[in-house]
């Protein structure tokens, strides 16, 4: 069963803008990860958050926590052709829905 | 090897039909998971190794799903008398220590897509 749902199910946003995807789930976690994967290949890890962080940022990607909501959120600044994927939060080892981002030239 | 390797990368059966996935993972991982990713869906967890033992089989989905990693190494998934509803991606994902649920970052392999006619 997967414990993550993330928000929205697709986006569609112009090259440049900043896109944002949240995830809420059900249990208490030691961490959560953001993962992403480009269509028909295997997932790549992007960030992991523990508990006790609130905000992490790497590179373009800015992740947030709140653990009193039980939700997350990802948000990726000067979005790029490349960043067009599907994206996935993971807490313990279940896995959301994903978010389908396209990002238009 | 450098990454996790699945194989074989595309696998049509009949139903009814014995199939095995095998996964090959980073050099010296201990821990070892296997998933099912249905088209337009998360991955969903099927089974847990940290080295040779099977720690945690609660997500294969009926007994017709076998798993092994003998020498804690490469793993094989079996799945005996296939069904339509098995048909999805099969994932395999290493990780270079144990703790079960307790997670650090996984190592994915491409995937196994499997199609059942």
């Known amino acids: 069963s997967q414990q993550g749902e993330e928000d929205p199910q697709a986006l569609s946003i112009q090259e440049g803008e900043n896109a944002t995807m949240n995830c809420s789930y059900k249990?208490?976690?030691?961490?959560l990860q953001w993962y992403r994967q480009n269509s028909g290949r295997g997932l790549v890890h992007l960030i992991l958050?523990?508990?006790?962080?609130r905000e992490k940022h790497s590179g373009r990607l800015r992740v947030t926590l709140d653990t009193s909501k039980k939700s997350s959120s990802l948000l990726i600044t000067a979005s790029r052709a490349a960043d067009t994927a599907s994206y996935f939060c993971?807490?313990?080892?279940?896995f959301g829905q994903g978010t389908r981002l396209t990002i238009n030239p | 090897g450098a990454g996790v390797s699945q194989s074989p990368r595309y696998k049509v059966a009949k139903r009814g039909q014995d199939v095995a996935l095998r996964c090959d993972p980073i050099?010296?991982?201990?821990?070892l998971f296997w998933y099912q990713q249905a088209l337009g869906q998360g991955p969903e967890f099927l089974t847990y190794?940290?080295?040779?033992?099977?720690l945690d089989k609660s997500g294969l989905p009926s007994d017709r799903f076998f798993a092994e990693r003998p020498e804690g190494s490469v793993s094989t998934l079996k799945i005996q008398r296939t069904q339509q509803e098995d048909s999805a991606v099969y994932l395999c994902?290493?990780?270079?220590w144990g703790g079960g649920a307790v997670t650090g970052e996984l190592f994915f392999g491409e995937g196994s897509r499997l199609t059942v006619l």
């Open positions: 958050i523990r508990s006790n962080e």
């Open positions: 994902a290493s990780r270079s």
């Open positions: 993971a807490t313990e080892l279940v």
């Open positions: 190794f940290q080295n040779e033992a099977q």
């Open positions: 249990t208490s976690i030691n961490n």
């Open positions: 050099s010296g991982h201990v821990s």
